[in-house]
């Protein structure tokens, strides 16, 4: 009879702390929205360097 009693115990045991770790998971957590990111600022792109490829001969293209 003490070795049931034990087993009961710890079966009621596991059953108990498993219950509570499945409560505690499903508690929804407060919802904070992320921070807004700054207003872009306006960049000056007139009178700018022309664009040119990095390579001075047709060979390089494909690389």
């Not at 499903?26 to 872009?40: G, I, K, M, N, S």
Request: charged share 15%; glycine share 6%.
């Amino acid at each position: 009879m003490n070795r049931n009693l034990l087993v009961f115990i710890a079966l009621a045991f596991v059953v108990a702390i498993s219950v509570v770790i499945w409560l505690i998971r499903d508690v929804p957590l407060p919802y904070t929205p992320a921070p807004q990111a700054p207003a872009r600022q306006p960049l000056d792109t007139t009178g700018g360097q022309q664009m040119q490829p990095r390579w001075s001969d047709p060979a390089g293209e494909g690389e």
